[in-house]
């Protein structure tokens, strides 16, 4: 069934937006969003998978700017604080994250949002992908961004749900039922680059991030070690489990990226590079937020509006 159109400022054109999955890069829909309303476009419907779902339905509440100032203050260990560790179906509870976004953002039924929002997860017992439209958006989102074997699945109504991206990682299908005089896709796996993301946002240069850092710790952390043995000699950026895990999910969710797009193609797609930031990298929020509003704004001037 259709959502209602929403209410937008009249002679606005209006978007439908596909928020794409990816950890930490996801940080960059929020620039996007940002631009996408500075240069006059009303977004009337979102549909979200993993970090896009949480991002989309974070901006659905109309708290895009609180959720931007609390985790552009963010630290590197003030990540690590949030995670509540677990040997039962992942690393991660994921619960002691969603409380916190709870706090600070509140909560509400996706059906009362002011706009038409979707939170795509898997059901990972019978095989396919769920279009989350109604109940608690924070359940919905936690769905949505259970990355298997990091965090824990989310059991909604029986179902055990986890990470929408490992069916449609840019999920613009929902979006075909809703009015809106376009289609924007924000994708986190474009083609590669080798400068760092504070570049090509205009920022200064830092030097990159050690790619291993959370690897070791975890090491360290954990009594079953998940990177190497500390009895072994030091290989430099060796990559521990971890980082062996969400490179080999990047090139799988990259692929199929591409392939869904091609079916479902957007009138407009904004990429960011798939290395823009590790998983993890929360910590550079600001960066990232800024890349994104690069990438939106020169795919904007690029692009040429449908007639009509």
């Known amino acids: 069934m259709s959502h ?64 931007r100032d609390w985790v552009c203050k963010l630290a590197r260990f003030d990540v690590l604080r949030l995670v509540d560790w677990t040997f039962s179906g992942g690393l991660i509870k994921g619960e002691k994250i969603i409380e916190t976004l709870r706090e600070l953002i509140g909560d509400a039924r996706i059906e009362e949002l002011p706009l038409a929002y979707t939170a795509v997860a898997t059901d990972i017992d019978r095989e396919r992908e769920v279009w989350l439209t109604r109940g608690q958006l924070f359940d919905a989102i936690r769905a949505s961004i259970a990355i298997p074997t990091i965090f824990r699945p989310h059991v909604i109504d029986g179902r055990r749900l986890v990470d929408g991206a490992l069916l449609n990682p840019v999920p613009v299908t929902p979006l075909i039922r809703d009015r809106a005089d376009v289609v924007f896709a924000i994708s986190l796996d474009g083609p590669a680059h080798v400068l760092t993301p504070e570049r090509d946002a205009g920022a200064d240069p830092r030097p990159a991030a050690d790619p291993g850092w959370l690897d070791r710790l975890l090491a360290r952390g954990l009594a079953r070690g998940l990177a190497h043995s500390e009895d072994k000699p030091a290989r430099v950026h060796e ?50 937020i800024e890349l994104g509003r690069a990438r939106a704004r020169e795919a904007l001037e690029r692009w040429q509006p449908p007639a009509g």
């Open 4 to 67: 209602p159109a929403p209410a937008v400022a009249p002679g606005k054109p209006t978007v439908a937006l596909a928020l794409g999955a990816g950890g930490a890069k996801g940080l960059a829909h929020i620039g996007v969003i940002e631009e996408i309303e500075r240069q006059g476009y009303a977004i009337g419907a979102i549909a979200g998978s993993s970090m896009g779902a949480l991002i989309g339905g974070i901006y659905a509440m109309g708290k895009l700017a609180v959720y």
């Open 239 to 288: 990559p521990g489990a971890l980082a062996l895990l969400t490179q080999a999910m990047d090139l799988m969710q990259s692929n199929l990226s591409r392939l869904r797009l091609a079916a479902y193609e957007p009138d407009l797609l904004i990429e960011i590079p798939r290395d823009a930031a590790a998983t993890y990298e929360f910590y550079r929020a600001r960066e990232l």
